[in-house]
């Protein structure tokens, strides 16, 4: 079987900023075509901000293909790479608030939601507190914030896997304070003084793209090294890790009745040492009307070509709705 390829590159053909209260303005843009099927694009991390290739895996002739930037990171304002930036009011529920003045905004009625890692943390908050606006979901890499999902990365699970990533990730920290390590990266991500911070910073992201990627990726680790890239996303990722997210434990996949109407697409990666394949099947044993592609030959980043025929596959699907 030929596997499907991402779409060609496409610009936007609209852009904007939209502010949502709180003194923050979110950046969202707008590419295919305009009186397609819309697909709202929420991107990962937290922290992670859209990139060009996001908008791939929707056929432009088809969609509408919508993205936006989160509080905090992007191109969104202020950025969370200045430590005077307050996370205070950076929840999973403003961010799904935001989305539905986004909605309002862009004179969406229905749309359909495409989310990988974070990003299906916040699609399946979103929907299940507004599911009469959603069409379908496309949900990859599933993450739900439950508290094994957080000791897989943060305690044990990845590090007996990537051991030697760990120690660096570990060492990063005085021995005295590696009890909770998450806390002590806070720490020093609040720090005043732009070394600290910055190395800070850079040791947490190296740790994400180690279980990120199967296999070695210049850009993206390069992407993940930049300061104000590192310093914005480790913040607002360690600020979601110690909150839980800001849910229930347990509560996206207890919650599935309220979406178990919407047709849904669940894509794992069998390798995926980001987000273990465990969650994504514990979300179809409670909702076993999503259909589920455990996909063999991937991890948790969209570089496998089994994954992208998956995705343009299930997208291919939603797209006249």
């Not at 905090?72 to 996370?87: M, T, Y």
């Not at 508290?147 to 060492?171: C, D, I, K, M």
């Not at 390069?222 to 110690?242: D, G, K, M, N, T």
């Not at 076993?288 to 496998?304: R, W, Y």
């Amino acid at each position: 079987m030929k596997h499907r390829d991402l779409y060609p590159p496409v610009e936007p053909y609209r852009t904007g900023m939209l502010d949502v209260g709180d003194g923050q303005r979110l950046w969202w843009e707008e590419c295919g075509n305009p009186d397609g099927t819309p697909v709202l694009v929420v991107h990962g991390g937290p922290g992670g901000g859209c990139v060009p290739d996001h908008r791939r895996a929707y056929d432009p002739a088809a969609y509408r293909i919508i993205l936006f930037d989160q509080r905090g990171c992007g191109r969104s304002e202020p950025h969370a790479s200045d430590p005077a930036v307050s996370l205070e009011t950076n929840t999973t529920w403003q961010l799904a608030a935001d989305m539905e003045l986004l909605r309002d905004r862009l004179r969406v009625d229905r749309w359909v939601l495409s989310g990988s890692s974070w990003g299906s943390t916040l699609a399946l908050a979103y929907a299940q507190s507004h599911p009469e606006r959603v069409l379908a979901m496309v949900l990859r890499s599933i993450f739900t914030l439950r508290e094994s999902e957080v000791r897989w990365v943060y305690h044990e699970g990845a590090s007996r896997l990537l051991p030697e990533r760990w120690q660096e990730f570990r060492n990063a920290i005085p021995e005295d304070e590696r009890g909770d390590l998450v806390a002590a990266y806070r720490q020093r991500l609040e720090s005043a003084d732009d070394d600290v911070r910055v190395s800070a910073a850079q040791a947490w992201t190296r740790w994400e793209t180690a279980g990120m990627l199967l296999h070695p990726n210049p850009q993206v680790e390069a992407l993940f090294a930049q300061p104000r890239f590192a310093v914005a996303f480790a913040r607002i990722e360690s600020h979601y890790v110690a909150h839980r997210g800001f849910l229930e434990e347990g509560q996206l996949i207890d919650g599935v009745d309220a979406v178990r109407h919407i047709p849904t697409v669940i894509l794992q990666g069998r390798y995926d040492l980001c987000t273990p394949p465990v969650t994504a099947w514990d979300l179809h044993r409670a909702w076993p009307e999503a259909e589920l592609h455990l996909v063999n030959d991937a991890g948790h980043s969209l570089d496998e070509p089994g994954m992208v025929h998956r995705l343009i596959e299930a997208t291919d699907r939603f797209a006249n709705r």
